[in-house]
């Protein structure tokens, strides 16, 4: 079992950046893989990044390439997601993700296990 924290979101103005954490319970954080997503409101929440439970890989989709970045922290028990050059089209809520699996897609919303609660971000224009 691992419980996700979300904080760090808020109200931003676009330009500005936020850095999201995700703080995880248990002894066996090393072995998740760990997923960002998002959901804007009427929308399906969707994929944003991941990073592998190593953390020698990172995914991202197109839209926040150059913009957000994922790392983690094992020793902390924490992901992050870095997030600059905020856009309005970025407000949403984010949610962090956990999931052991070595071989599903860390892209897909069903591959993962563990959901935070969501932390919310505002980007006004």
């Known amino acids: 079992q691992v419980q996700l924290v979300e904080s760090g979101g808020g109200l931003v103005q676009a330009g500005d950046s936020l850095r999201l954490s995700c703080a995880a319970s248990g002894r066996t954080f090393s072995s998740y893989s760990m997923g960002w997503f998002r959901q804007a409101p009427g929308k399906e929440r969707e994929f944003v990044a991941a990073i592998s439970w190593s953390g020698g890989t990172t995914y991202s989709v197109p839209s926040v390439q150059g913009r957000f970045t994922t790392s983690r922290d094992n020793a902390k028990n924490t992901v992050y997601l870095q997030m600059n050059s905020l856009k309005p089209e970025d407000t949403a809520v984010y949610y962090c993700?956990?999931?052991?699996?070595?071989?599903?897609?860390?892209?897909?919303?069903?591959?993962?296990?563990?959901w935070g609660q969501g932390t919310q971000v505002a980007v006004s224009s």
């Open positions: 993700a956990a999931t052991m699996s070595r071989y599903k897609s860390l892209r897909s919303r069903s591959s993962y296990d563990y």
